[in-house]
């Protein structure tokens, strides 16, 4: 090994050693999915509550018969990026069931929620714009909030009053203002106030972009967070993903023609990749068609979730994700080995991903779940609060 080699090796061991020492050092786990929430993981069987697969359409028939007609058809990748050689024919399809879906004019398939967010926030704004963030958005939300080279200011999670002020005081500085939140926080679970920051944005002159991640398949009947007290709520920039509720893998944008033109003409994360492959999308296809005529499935997930909570006396939820926190990353690891001892999976959740002082065990609720298994899931809970 070469000086070179050696001196990074050090570096990587020094940093290592510095998380293993905070209880913030991550390891993979080799961990088998199947039907019905049930994972092989470290030789042990546990039913998982720590799964974005919100409505079990990983597995579900007709999902999977989609993806395998495709590929037997068109192969298994896509031969290229999507100006090039690689835009099948399905994702014109995908893109026009997602606009449906989101009522908007039309839809841009990305190879993943993250692409979609380093590649749309870039491409509409720069070094003369200003960005205002929720402060708990998502990593890849502040990913292309920097790499547009934008001024960045974050405001206090879900505070519209906050927004409202910084609104006054910059708005004018500036050529254009881009507002960046959640659509459903995928750390808390709880909801961004969509309709009053859409009115400040149209009052000042700024765009609402939201991540609905977390929303689509599973809030208001699958439509997701833009949807208010039965109101659509016009938001212009609605991006999200394909590997939550939906089951399959991949990112979008929904929004007005004229945007997800500039989008495929200018989103580098679209342009410079490979596009995705054919049995992905007709997944994605397939499982939206039941999100959107299957509003009983749509709306298990969250009622598993205020049944545990109800369970557990804590406030309902707003949606499938139910934060149990616990503080420091010691205690909740320790919280999480002993439920896998009993048979389920709730992983903990440590910084930087959360903030300092707020470990917890994040816990999410399927419509695969059954009954049973919340209540039982929801006791062992309650044994590890009483423990407090």
Known sequence: MGLSNARLKEFAQAKLAD???????????????????????????????????????????????????????????????????????L???????????????????????????VGVIPSL?????????????????????????????????R????????????????????????????????IAPILELHELCEKNG???????????GVIHEGRGSSIVDGYEVPVPLQVGTLSKAVGAYGGYLCANREITELMRNRARSLMY????????????????????????????????????????????PESPIVVIQLGNPERTIKASKWLEEQGYLAVAIRPPTVPEGTSRLRCTFSATHTQDQVYDFAKKVQKILEKK
């Open 91 to 117: 994702n014109s399809q995908l893109e026009a069931l997602l606009s449906k879906i989101k009522g908007t004019e039309d839809a841009v398939i990305f190879g993943s929620g993250y692409l979609a967010n």
């Open 206 to 216: 700024a765009w609402l972009m939201t991540d609905d991640a977390h929303g689509l």
């Open 159 to 190: 505070d519209t009053t906050e927004v409202s002020n910084l609104l006054s005081t910059h708005r004018k500085l500036f050529r254009h203002c881009l507002v960046l939140t959640d659509g459903v926080f995928s750390m808390d679970g709880d």
């Open 273 to 316: 990749t490979t596009a995705l492959p054919p049995g992905t999308l007709a997944a994605a296809i397939a499982a939206l068609k039941i999100i959107d005529t299957n509003i009983e499935l749509t709306n298990r997930p969250l009622a598993f979730a205020r049944l545990f909570s109800d369970f557990l006396s804590l406030e309902p």
């Open 19 to 89: 998380l293993e020492k905070l209880d913030l050092r991550r390891e993979l786990a080799d961990t088998a999915r199947f039907s019905g929430g049930k994972i092989h993981r470290s030789a042990k069987k546990l039913i998982s509550f720590s799964c974005n697969d919100y409505l079990g359409l990983t597995h579900h028939p007709d999902v999977i018969k989609a993806s395998q007609e495709a590929t037997q058809t068109f192969g298994t990748g896509s031969g290229g990026s999507r100006l090039v050689s690689g835009n099948n024919p």
């Open 125 to 157: 704004v720069g070094r003369d714009d200003l960005i205002l963030i929720d402060e708990l958005s998502h990593s890849c939300l502040f990913a292309g909030a920097k790499l547009a080279n934008a001024n960045i200011i974050p405001f206090k999670h």
